[in-house]
């Protein structure tokens, strides 16, 4: 069983900041891209940020050069560090890891979501 959790979330005035960091664990074998996702109200789940297991990075236009996602492979780790936080990116948001386990398929597994309030 894999599980992800997340941490960091919470409320920030505009233009503030804010670090969300995800935890892969459980019989892992081999942790592939590493994600983040947000789901505001009434709208659907977006991707916000995808890196590599080399460390290859790409953004959603919404959030270049604002936000900046990381990860530390030893510890199963993955952060998405956010600068210059707007209203707009108000969201629920979910880590997202392509996992290969130990004696089952690789899959996809999400973490609960951690909710980011951003204040005008």
């Known amino acids: 069983q894999v599980q992800l959790v997340e941490s960091g979330g919470g409320l920030v005035q505009s233009g503030g900041a804010l670090r969300l960091s995800c935890t892969a664990s459980?019989?892992?074998?081999?942790?592939?891209?590493m994600s983040w996702y947000r789901q505001a109200p009434g709208k659907q789940r977006e991707l916000v940020a995808v890196i590599t297991s080399g460390g290859m990075t790409n953004y959603a236009d919404s959030v270049k050069g604002r936000f900046t996602i990381s990860r530390d492979n030893a510890k199963n780790t993955v952060y998405l560090q956010m600068n210059s936080l707007k209203p707009e990116d108000t969201a629920v948001y979910y880590c997202?890891?392509?996992?290969?386990?130990?004696?089952?398929?690789?899959?996809?597994?999400w973490g609960q979501g951690t909710q980011v309030t951003v204040s005008s």
């Open positions: 997202n890891a392509d996992v290969t386990p130990l004696w089952t398929s690789r899959n996809a597994y």
């Open positions: 459980g019989r892992i074998l081999r942790i592939n891209d």
